[in-house]
Nanobody, 125 residues
C-alpha cells in the first residue's frame, strides 16, 4: 500500500523551530521528486520546497528561503522539512508529496502522485 505519513506539527512560538517528517511506505522515495506544500486559512495550497531525485537539487519559495530546509534520509525512506525562525504567517496545514515524474522541480498539484494526510503547524505567542 502506497502511503506517506506526516508527523512533527504542532504549536510553536514565533522564532521557534519544528522538524516535519514524511515517512514513505510501499515505494522508495529515492526514486521520486519530493515536494512540501502548505495551505493557510482562506488561501490556495502553495508549494514551498522541492527536492529532485535526479541531481538532488532544491528549490524554495521566497517566503521560506533561508529558514526552511528540505532533505531525505534514504535508509529510513523518509523526507524532512526543517523549519526555523517561524513566523505567524507560517501557520498552515503542511503536506508532503512525491512525484514519479522526474525532472526539474515544479509545484503543479497534478504532477504529484502520492500525498500525506497533512499536519497542522500553528505559530503563535
Amino acid at each position: 500500500q502506497v502511503q506517506l505519513v506526516e508527523s512533527g506539527g504542532g504549536l510553536v512560538q514565533p522564532g521557534g523551530s519544528l522538524n516535519l517528517s514524511c515517512a514513505a511506505s510501499g515505494f522508495t522515495l529515492y526514486y521520486n521528486n519530493i515536494g512540501w506544500f502548505r495551505q493557510a486559512p482562506g488561501k490556495e495550497r502553495e508549494g514551498i520546497s522541492c527536492l529532485t531525485s535526479s541531481d538532488s537539487s532544491t528549490r524554495y519559495a521566497d517566503s521560506v528561503k533561508g529558514r526552511f530546509t528540505i532533505s531525505r534520509d534514504d535508509a529510513k525512506n523518509t523526507a524532512y522539512l526543517q523549519m526555523n525562525s517561524l513566523k505567524p504567517e507560517d501557520t498552515a496545514v503542511y503536506y508532503c508529496a512525491a512525484s514519479i515524474y522526474l525532472g526539474a522541480c515544479n509545484w503543479k498539484i497534478s504532477k504529484y502522485d502520492y500525498w500525506g494526510q497533512g499536519t497542522q503547524v500553528t505559530v503563535s505567542s
